[in-house]
């Protein structure tokens, strides 16, 4: 795994977290029998073995940019298609009944030529659905955006705010509504039940904590940078009677017919 690639290990401690909004956005896609689908961002297949489960007749391609995740999806799933694939830059020769994306797009700037790609690679009759985090609604997106612009982390963590692209609701409309027919968006506020305080932590480790602690120059450094998030998160989520903490986590989900 080169340096700053996913930890997909890392990633699936939370799987069932993360593979909650996969499920919900499965279950809202209306098509019986897709022939060909794409999962892009497929991770290590967790989303992708999702799709399975409802379409395992139909040619599933798992698709993602990070050697790592790859290299995980096939050693875990070895009978299923997987492909190294640049959603914002490489081409596929191939139409597809449904391209699926859960928690991907976030990662990928200009979302109106994303919108673009993903519809050129539909059939006719092809479905897209979607789901991305909005990060910075969240207390803790806020919280680490913040403590990246003191004036002790800016030099380091300046720009990170910008890797994440993540539009409005009405922008998602406009936008598909260039290229589809029917359009249904929707935000979901997950509760999580965490163990503690640093499991919040734990979680946003491998996503969305992990550009700011890649622009960090060493081990020393990156604790500090965490344990000010960690302190934030004291304050923001509280611990429940019980001791266990909710972790509200905010997604908009779109589903999109030609
Ligand atoms: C948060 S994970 C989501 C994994 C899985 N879909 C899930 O539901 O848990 C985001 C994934 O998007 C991938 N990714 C980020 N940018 C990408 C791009 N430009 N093209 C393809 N995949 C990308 C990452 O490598 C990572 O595996």
Redo the contacts with the bound molecule.
Sequence with gaps: MSKND?NPDL?LKF?NE??Q??IDLVARIDYNNPTKII??????G???QILYNRWHESEIIG????PA?IKKATDDYPNQKWIL??????NINDKFDLVF????IQ??PNHDKLLQRFADLLNDSGVLAV?LPLFFDMPLGKAISEIGRQSNWIAATQGVDNLFTINTAAYYYDHLAKYFSKIDIWTTDYHHVMESQSSILEMIRS?GLKPYLERLADDNKKQQFESLVLDKIKQDYPLQNNGKVLFSFKRLFFVAKK
């Design positions: 996913w990633y799987d993360r593979i909004p996969s999962d892009i961002g497929c991770g290590p967790n989303s992708t698709a993602d940019n990070s995740m694939f640049d959603a914002g830059v490489d994306s859960n928690a991907t990662w990928i789901q996503t």
